[in-house]
């Protein structure tokens, strides 16, 4: 069974840092990832969809990397402002879940002025 | 475009009640919609694949007799908690795929906060 790990769970920057966000997928045979961005008490916002054959994705400030044969994805947010803070969730969709996607718990970003 | 909307966003309702949440896709159809459920600082647990016309798909382990789910249209699936018990609160999100792209993108609404007393 797919899981997803999401390093660190919690993180603490002062505005203006560039930062970097980790995600792990244990069966590289997946179909996409997407990373999300998650408000208290609020619904997911998708940020990033990379697809299989896909390296990265770039989004404003936003850059997501996909390593698929290591398992691995970045989400690289550049000069962080404290608009950024929410928790930030990486999902992969891979042959056994249709079309559903595997979450990992997050990373709980606070960027402070 | 490729907004979802859940409703209601929060309810709260005595045990032993049922209580329905709807998901609509608002600018596009979706044969596929998934209902998913978000404990406190855990991962969202996938609870049932929901599709048009067809009986959902439900996860092992989620009872579909206590959580129905009905897909009438390419814009609406509902969730329905019957009978409802505390251990039953939650942030209940649902997410639809578009027929219409091909991309396997998933958008998701803003959830619903159920407070069962």
């Known amino acids: 069974k797919q899981e997803v790990t999401q390093i660190p769970a919690a993180l603490s920057v002062p505005e203006g840092e560039n930062l970097v966000l980790n995600c792990s997928f244990t069966d590289s045979a997946i179909y996409n990832l997407q990373w999300f961005r998650q408000d208290p008490g609020k619904g997911l916002t998708s940020l990033l969809l990379?697809?299989?054959?896909?390296r990265e994705q770039t989004s404003g400030r936003l850059n997501a990397s996909l390593d698929k044969s290591s398992g691995r994805s970045t989400l690289y947010i550049a000069a962080s402002q404290p608009g950024d803070s929410a928790t930030y969730l990486c999902a992969v969709r891979d042959p056994n879940s249709g079309y559903a996607l595997n979450f990992g718990k997050g990373t709980s970003l606070l960027v402070t002025p | 475009g490729a907004v979802v909307s859940q409703h209601p966003s929060w309810v709260i309702c005595k045990s032993g009640t049922s209580v329905k949440i709807e998901c609509r896709s608002l600018d596009f159809q979706a044969t596929t919609m998934f209902w998913y459920r978000q404990f406190p600082k855990k991962s969202l647990m996938l609870m049932a694949t929901?599709?048009?016309?067809?009986?959902?798909?439900?996860e092992q382990g989620v009872e579909k007799d206590k959580f129905l789910i009905n897909h009438a249209s390419l814009t609406l699936s509902t969730l329905t908690v019957t009978s409802a018990h505390p251990e039953d609160s939650s942030f209940y999100i649902c997410s639809a795929r578009s027929d219409s792209r091909n991309t396997g993108e998933l958008f998701f609404g803003e959830g619903s906060r159920l407070t069962v007393l």
């Open positions: 990379i697809q299989s054959s896909q």
């Open positions: 929901s599709n048009e016309g067809s009986k959902a798909t439900y």
